[in-house]
């Protein structure tokens, strides 16, 4: 069981910047590809960012150019830096680390609020 927990949520005014953090207890961390996900209230769970093994990464439209993910295996840590943050981006974020099917695993979240 890999364990995955989140860090770096919080308030922000828009415009304003956050760097999120997903630790993984596996040693193996480099095998796993990395999603970045979030939810709203009332809305269902959106992809926003994927980097692979071989640090091949993918972004959800709403966030290109304006988030970047990137991960340091050494750490076993993936992060998601977050610039030009838009009230619409207010949601809880979930790391979700994988392998394969059945080889997969979902931190509690941090919540990330922009208001002003």
């Known amino acids: 069981q890999v364990q995955v927990v989140e860090s770096g949520g919080g308030l922000v005014q828009p415009g304003g910047s956050l760097r999120l953090s997903c630790v993984a207890s596996?040693?193996?961390?480099?095998?796993?590809?990395i999603d970045w996900y979030r939810q709203a209230p009332g809305r269902q769970r959106e992809l926003v960012a994927t980097?692979?093994?071989?640090?091949?990464?993918f972004y959800g439209d709403s966030v290109k150019g304006r988030f970047t993910i990137s991960r340091d295996n050494a750490k076993r840590t993936a992060f998601l830096q977050m610039n030009s943050l838009k009230p619409e981006d207010t949601a809880l974020y979930y790391c979700?680390?994988?392998?394969?099917?059945?080889?997969?695993?979902w931190g509690q979240g941090t919540q990330v609020t922009v208001s002003s």
């Open positions: 596996e040693t193996d961390f480099n095998t796993y590809s």
């Open positions: 980097i692979t093994t071989v640090s091949d990464t």
């Open positions: 979700h680390v994988r392998r394969g099917i059945g080889d997969t695993y």
